[in-house]
């Protein structure tokens, strides 16, 4: 532990103390947050972690049992939405993690195991390059025969996880970076490709581009663009995270788009926050402010722009999972419920419990896998326990999450994401997600991002439009 002042915290944004003092410890928190119902233990709690933020402003020092509760945290802000008073703890939390990263010195293996996985994650070349290696490791059946021998059991718990967790892999091709809206144009919109989203499930990117030029967008996909930041910001590596947003911002400056959309739930609640997180930059905080206020999930732009593709009928009864970062951390919820039920012949499910985090949370699922493992599964047999086909949601770390879990559990489940439902609708094709438990033969999940190349933007939209794609 550093010791380079008394107390917790240094002078660089501890947590607010007048965001402190609005927490009235009402407990209305207390159901709503995982830890605390897991464990039921009060410093598990917002209001327990609010509490030893303030002893840390009054001199407390940053001690091992006060960054033990505060990594505990999923950073779900499950919280955020059942508080009557408004606290911010979203804010709190993010200021409290900075402020433990610059200040406490872990033990050797936690601080190589947040290395390696932020060597990875916040890069898609990174990832990208394992998809190779990973299709293989699919395809040859080895997965499969080293769970039978129980091999797997027997490797470190972070690899463990991040084998459970990879999703099959579907083909990959590079989008077009730019695509005409289909018909009238009525919005000129840039898309993040994200890093996991991009590398592990680019079915979704695919369908996303897809559908907004069904509605009329043209979509510009810049080059080049790299992390948003969510991982590092959301850990309290906050340079990191400066730095990542910078690039992202003056990425999608460059392209001169009306709107910023996203469609992964985590990276799009982080780029919200970029007017916090770079508040202090001279040169960026104007601007961060502008992208906050043109960034959207794609769920929200759709609902504003309003529907001019035709949706065709899907027989489907789905499960609708909020992704935290969506429901509770950006307020969108009822928006992906409203195209969703707006589908013909779609019947759409409520799933008990449905506020609770489902484990994922970003990178919580590596570095606390037990604890991540029994919401997973919790949050997975209430999904089961609906009697839908399909799981819907918004976020690749929630899709890998319950899929594992699902596979855990023997529970034959579909996974699918919100745009790739939109996607078949509009193309009139069949729903065609991620089963969460594959066939004997392994064979990889036919998702409904299948590209082929055509000679030009403008063919590759035509073909779209006309199911072609």
Not at 113 to 118: G, K, T
Not at 256 to 273: F, L, P, R, Y
Not at 295 to 309: I, K, Q, W
Not at 385 to 407: D, E, F, K, Y
Request: glycine share 8%; charged share 20%; with cysteine.
């Amino acid at each position: 532990m550093s010791d380079r002042r008394p107390g917790a915290f240094d002078d660089h944004h501890p947590p607010q103390l007048e965001l402190v003092k609005d927490c009235v410890h009402c407990g209305f928190c207390l159901p709503s947050c995982p830890t605390y119902v897991l464990w039921g233990e009060e410093m598990d709690s917002p209001r327990g972690r609010i509490h030893l933020m303030k002893t840390g402003l009054e001199g407390e020092p940053l001690s091992a049992s006060m960054v033990g509760h505060f990594d505990a945290c999923l950073g779900c802000m499950a919280c955020v939405t059942a508080c009557p008073s408004g606290v911010r703890y979203g804010t709190l939390i993010a200021d409290t993690r900075a402020q433990v990263e610059r200040r406490y010195e872990r033990c050797r293996r936690e601080r190589l195991l947040r290395e390696v996985i932020f060597w990875l994650f916040p890069y898609p070349r990174r990832l990208r390059a394992l998809r190779g290696p990973l299709a293989l490791y699919q395809r040859s059946g080895l997965d499969r025969w080293l769970r039978r021998t129980g091999l797997l059991n027997r490797l470190p718990p972070m690899l463990r996880v991040m084998e459970s967790l990879v999703p099959t892999l579907t083909r990959r091709q590079p989008l077009p970076e730019r695509i005409p809206a289909s018909g009238r144009c009525r919005a000129v919109v840039g898309m993040l490709t994200g890093c996991v989203q991009d590398a592990l499930f680019p079915e979704v990117n695919a369908a996303t581009a897809r559908v907004l030029s069904a509605e009329g967008c043209d979509v510009v996909i810049p080059r080049g663009q790299g992390c948003c930041g969510a991982l590092s910001q959301h850990t309290g590596r906050e340079d990191e995270a400066i730095s990542f947003a910078r690039a992202l911002i003056k990425r999608f400056e460059a392209a001169g788009v009306d709107h910023v959309v996203v469609n992964a739930a985590g990276c799009g609640s982080a780029m919200k926050e970029y007017a916090h997180l770079l508040r202090d930059d001279p040169d960026y905080a104007a601007r961060a402010q502008i992208f906050v206020e043109r960034t959207r999930d794609v769920s929200e732009l759709l609902v504003e722009l309003g529907p001019v593709a035709p949706r065709h009928p899907l027989d489907l009864a789905i499960a609708y999972h909020d992704a935290c970062h969506l429901g509770h951390a950006q307020g969108v919820r009822s928006q992906p419920r409203e195209l969703l039920r707006a589908i013909p012949g779609l019947t759409l499910v409520e799933i008990a419990e449905a506020d609770l985090c489902c484990g994922s949370a970003g990178i919580y699922n590596l570095l606390h896998p037990e604890p991540a493992t029994e919401l997973g599964d919790r949050k997975t047999r209430n999904v089961l326990a609906t009697g839908a086909s399909v799981l819907v949601t918004a976020n690749p770390g929630c899709l890998m999450q319950i899929a594992a879990s699902a596979r855990r559990l023997d529970g034959h489940l579909t996974l699918a994401h919100t745009v790739t439902v939109l996607d078949a609708s509009i193309r009139n094709v069949p729903l065609r997600g991620t089963p969460a438990v594959t066939d004997g033969e392994g064979a990889p999940a036919a998702g409904p991002g299948h590209w082929s190349v055509y000679s030009s933007p403008y063919q590759w939209a035509r073909r779209m439009v006309h199911h072609g794609a």
